[in-house]
């Protein structure tokens, strides 16, 4: 199948553009730090004790600190939300922060100083004293290994405890079988970040001070033979024969002032004040839980008022209970923006509090909740299309049903012109959750003379017995029942036929399947002159 260079340009394009960007400054900041070490002269009696270890070590770890400044700005919700505006990149901040996450991995680094620490023990020093960490030569062959580094050892084991905890617990499997693991752990990026920025103040790697009065390699006469041999040797071979440097005074170190802090610090208080910011305006003001009602499927429907809060249709929101826990938030597309409206689809899990807010919802009084938002996703973008087709699969309908009630309220206020819902359900039922809506906006379309403005293809995947939607209500629906899977080639070739010429963006929420079908068509679409744009709904 050909590729559309299109729409490849538009889906792929901005997102290899910046890997690459990304990629090259990785890339180039490991090369100007080893090369630092490598050659400078402040660090030459200690790259001629530990080598390349001295190199790599310090190099992996300036990719570590820009890393590590970058990996909390993806979680901005509210600052990303103010920059969205029509920035389709900024739909894939999720997918940019699980590539940060991994390039963290701090194994690099690690191997680096484990090779340094031996270096430290069979280079020991005896004409440089200030430069040793280890206490006499071959210290670390021996069974007595206590060296001068219990500082940065002892916060270096933490960090990698604290990063290998907040890794292992990011994984799908364990995001869904027990989110509060995922959740408390990741919160210890705190910690993560404190020990970060003191990990360096344990003073183990020096740079020589005093490189005018002592210039690396020169000749001293307190120093050991061997050494000022091999000093002679080496300017000899540098100088072609020159006159030999006299040190005027014995060599000096310090150790480097910590300078993580300078990469962390900003990005770091600029999430904190965030995270402060949003704390403040979800407790500013109360929500009032109007109605709890009850639809087919165990879904349950949440109408919520709050005083200031103007949410757009496409966004979500983050929505706390402290009855059921204070620290976690879940994630919640709006259905309508006034009352704001929440469906949820209700999993019973040992593991998942959220249902319990569903029990406490249903059979009790309504318990105290706190929302925060609302942040921006790919659903606000329907509306900057003439076209757009959107697909659903199941409960993913939710985003949806807020782009459908605010066309039903006012249609004629946007630039879209066409509308493609597809919604794919496994049980009948779970097309009564809209049906309603569904029907009330085909009406009112045919009655403002637009009858094509919206085409919908409900498909049922579960092909045993035979089913349809019977009501005379929604005869509109019925005509639009198709048993089975969708066809997506044949819906993308209409689709393509229809609005030659034209920007089609594709929106999706809804299983894995469904999302990798749709990406890899909107990529190797064949009418090239129909420009499909991807765009794939997800939450953090």
């Known amino acids: 199948m050909s590729v559309a260079l299109k729409s490849w340009r538009a889906n792929e394009g901005p997102k290899h553009l910046i890997t690459m960007v990304w990629i090259a400054a990785n890339v180039f900041l490991f090369w100007k730090t080893f090369m630092v070490y490598f050659s400078e002269a402040q660090y030459y009696y200690l790259h001629k004790m530990l080598g390349l270890g001295l190199c790599i070590s310090r190099a992996s770890a300036s990719v570590l600190n820009f890393n590590c400044s970058l990996v909390l700005l993806p979680m901005c919700r509210s600052l990303l939300t103010f920059l969205r505006g029509s920035q389709r990149l900024l739909n894939r901040r999720t997918v940019f922060h699980t590539c940060l996450t991994y390039a963290v991995i701090v194994l690099v680094h690690v191997s680096a100083h484990l090779v340094n620490m031996v270096s430290f023990s069979v280079r020991y020093s005896e004409d440089f004293p200030g430069l040793n960490v280890a206490q006499y030569r071959g210290q670390v062959t021996h069974t007595d290994t206590h060296m001068d580094i219990f500082f940065p050892g002892v916060t270096g084991v933490l960090l990698v405890l604290v990063l290998f905890l907040m890794f292992t617990a990011s994984s799908y499997c364990i995001r869904v079988s027990s989110y509060e693991i995922f959740w408390y752990t990741h919160n210890l990026f705190i910690v993560f970040y404190v020990i970060l920025m003191v990990h360096v103040a344990g003073g183990a790697l020096k740079y020589q001070s005093n490189v005018e009065t002592h210039p690396p390699g020169c000749v001293q006469n307190n120093l050991s033979s061997w050494t000022n041999h091999r000093a002679a040797g080496e300017k000899g071979t540098e100088s072609s024969g020159a006159p030999q440097t006299v040190c005027q005074e014995e060599a000096r170190f310090q150790p480097h002032f910590p300078q993580t802090w300078l990469w962390v610090s900003a990005p770091l208080c600029l999430y904190c004040a965030e995270r402060f910011y949003r704390f403040i305006r979800s407790s500013a003001a109360p929500v009032t839980i109007v109605s709890v009602i009850s639809h087919p499927c165990s879904v349950v429907e949440l109408r919520m008022l709050k005083s200031g809060f103007k949410p757009h249709p496409g966004q979500y929101i983050l929505l706390n209970c402290p009855s059921v826990s204070s620290f976690e938030n879940h994630p919640f597309t709006l259905t309508t923006v006034s009352p704001f409206?929440?469906?949820?689809?209700?999993?019973?899990?040992?593991?998942?509090?959220?249902?319990?807010?569903?029990?406490?919802?249903?059979?009790?009084?309504?318990?105290?909740?706190?929302?925060?938002?609302?942040?921006?996703?790919?659903?606000?973008?329907?509306?900057?299309?003439?076209?757009?087709?959107?697909?659903?699969?199941?409960?993913?309908?939710?985003?949806?049903?807020?782009?459908?009630?605010?066309?039903?309220?006012?249609?004629?206020?946007?630039?879209?012109?066409?509308?493609?819902?597809?919604?794919?359900?496994?049980?009948?039922?779970?097309?009564?959750?809209?049906?309603?809506?569904?029907?009330?906006?085909?009406?009112?379309?045919?009655?403002?003379?637009?009858?094509?403005?919206?085409?919908?293809?409900?498909?049922?995947?579960?092909?045993?017995?035979?089913?349809?939607?019977?009501?005379?209500?929604?005869?509109?629906?019925?005509?639009?029942?198709?048993?089975?899977?969708?066809?997506?080639?044949?819906?993308?070739?209409?689709?393509?036929?229809?609005?030659?010429?034209?920007?089609?963006?594709?929106?999706?929420?809804?299983?894995?399947?469904?999302?990798?079908?749709?990406?890899?068509?909107?990529?190797?679409?064949?009418?090239?002159?129909?420009?499909?744009?991807?765009?794939?709904?997800?939450?953090?």
């Open 341 to 540: 409206v929440l469906v949820w689809k209700c999993v019973f899990l040992p593991t998942c509090n959220i249902s319990n807010l569903t029990v406490c919802c249903a059979f009790s009084s309504h318990p105290r909740v706190h929302v925060d938002g609302p942040f921006g996703s790919p659903s606000e973008e329907v509306f900057n299309y003439e076209v757009s087709l959107c697909v659903a699969g199941g409960i993913g309908v939710t985003p949806f049903a807020c782009v459908l009630q605010a066309l039903f309220d006012d249609w004629r206020q946007y630039k879209l012109k066409r509308l493609y819902f597809v919604w794919v359900c496994r049980d009948l039922q779970s097309f009564y959750w809209f049906a309603d809506l569904l029907c009330g906006l085909h009406e009112r379309l045919w009655r403002d003379n637009r009858p094509d403005y919206l085409n919908v293809q409900l498909y049922l995947s579960n092909t045993q017995g035979l089913q349809s939607i019977s009501e005379e209500r929604y005869r509109f629906l019925s005509s639009r029942l198709r048993i089975g899977r969708p066809k997506w080639k044949l819906i993308f070739q209409e689709i393509g036929r229809a609005n030659q010429l034209k920007r089609v963006g594709v929106f999706c929420c809804g299983p894995k399947g469904i999302s990798k079908a749709l990406h890899t068509l909107c990529n190797s679409n064949p009418h090239t002159e129909t420009a499909f744009e991807y765009n794939k709904e997800s939450f953090s």
